[in-house]
């Protein structure tokens, strides 16, 4: 049974830091790109960081330089790093783990709110 789970979610002040963490487990963690995803009320589904499975990295325009994703492969878990946290940063944050080869192997977390007010 494949289980993504988020946590690390939370209420923070504008300019403040998070960090999410998406443990996983029933997949061969090393064989899966790692995407987190974030969606805000009303919007669609936007993707915010991918790492590979040999840990090239990709960032959307809106978070590069203040956001960092990273995976810790012994620990089958990939983390979000968010520091200098905007308002319309706000959304639920969202794991994905696709396989490398077999993109029939897809699998998606529940989900962690994160909300950027003062």
């Known amino acids: 049974q494949v289980q993504l789970v988020e946590s690390g979610g939370g209420l923070v002040q504008p300019g403040g830091s998070l960090r999410l963490s998406c443990a996983a487990s029933?997949?061969?963690?090393?064989?899966?790109?790692m995407t987190w995803y974030r969606q805000a009320p009303g919007k669609q589904r936007e993707l915010v960081a991918s790492i590979s499975s040999s840990g090239r990295t990709n960032y959307a325009d809106s978070v590069k330089g203040r956001f960092t994703i990273s995976r810790d492969n012994a620990k089958n878990t990939v983390y979000l790093q968010m520091s200098s946290l905007k308002p319309e940063d706000t959304a639920v944050y969202y794991c994905?783990?696709?396989?490398?080869?077999?993109?029939?192997?897809?699998?998606w977390g529940q989900g962690t709110q994160v909300t950027v007010s003062s």
């Open positions: 029933g997949i061969n963690f090393g064989l899966y790109a």
């Open positions: 994905n783990a696709l396989h490398f080869y077999n993109k029939d192997y897809d699998y």
